[in-house]
C-alpha cells in the first residue's frame, strides 16, 4: 500500500497546466496563458497523467477533449484554483484576486452575435484578463459534461447540479425594411398582413419551441424566405425580402426597419445557467456579475420596439 501511495504522488504545479489546457483546448494557447513553451505544457501534462496512472485528454486534429477522469479531476482542479485564491482575497483584499482565464459562453446565434458580441468591449475594459470564448449553436449543449462554463437561453434549461436564474427578457416584434413598406405599403391592421411576404424559420430545424414566435403571432400566408439563422432572416428584412419577426436587439442593428403593428409582440425569458461547480471561480462570478447588471441596465433597450436610432442609446 506504501508502494502504491507512492507511485501515485503527483507535482501540485502541473495542475495548472492541465487547467489551462483544459480551458483552451490547445497546447499552444496554453502556452501562451503560461508564458512557457508548448512543449513545457505538453511534458507537464504528460507527467501528471503519468503520475495519476491515466489519461485525462483525448488528442485530436481538433484539440485536446476531457476525458471522464479529466471531467472529474477538473472539479477539484478548479477548487483547488479557488481555494488558492480566496488565500488572496483573506489575506490581502479582494481586488487582488485572480479573475484571469477564458470563460466560454454558449448562446443562440441571434442573441449570442447580435446582442452579447456588442458587450464585450465593455467587459474587456472591466476585466482585461478574461478572454471570452462564445459558442453560437443551434443544438442544446451539455453543461454537466463542461461544454461551455455559462448558458445563456431563451429557456429554463435541464440538468444536473445547474445553478439557473432568470435574469431579463426581451420582446420580438415585426420589423419590415423602408424599401419594402414602400414597394408593398405599410400593413395597418393584422387582416393586411394576409397580403404581404414573409421572411421566417424552417419549421423542421427548429430544435427549441421558443424559437418559434412568429406563430404567437400569426400564421403567415406567404413565406418567401426561410432560414435556420436569425441573422440571415435579418439580413433579408434588411434587404426589403419580406416583413421579419425579430428581437428588438436585432433590429437594432439597421435604422432602415421599421416595426410593423407594434402592439402586437412576443416575450422570451433570459436564462442563465452555470454548472454548481463554477459558482466560487472569480472569472466566472466576473462574467455572470456583468451579465446580469448589463442586462438589467438594457431592460427598456430589449423591450422596446421603438426606432433602432433612437433604441441605441443605452447604457454602455
Known sequence: MAKAARTLRYNWDDVIFFLEVARTRNLV????????????????????????????FKRSKSGFALTEAGLRLLQFAEGMENNANAIIETVVGSEKADAAGAVRIAAMEGIGSMYLTSCMAAFSKAWPSIQVELITDTRLLDMTRREADIFISFFRPKGRRLSVKKIGEFRIFLYASDPYLQRAGTPADLKDLDNHDFVDFIDEHIHIKENRWLSDILRPAHVVFRSTSLVSQYMAASNGVGIAMLPSYVAAHNKDLRPILPSYFSVRDIWLSVHEDLLHIARIKAVMGFLEKRVAADADYLMSAAHPASARARPS
Do not use: P
Not at 31 to 45: A, I, N, P
Open 29 to 56: 494557447r496554453a502556452g501562451q496563458k503560461l508564458k512557457v513553451d508548448h512543449t513545457t505544457v505538453s511534458r507537464r501534462v504528460r507527467e501528471l497523467e503519468r503520475s495519476l496512472n491515466t489519461t485525462l
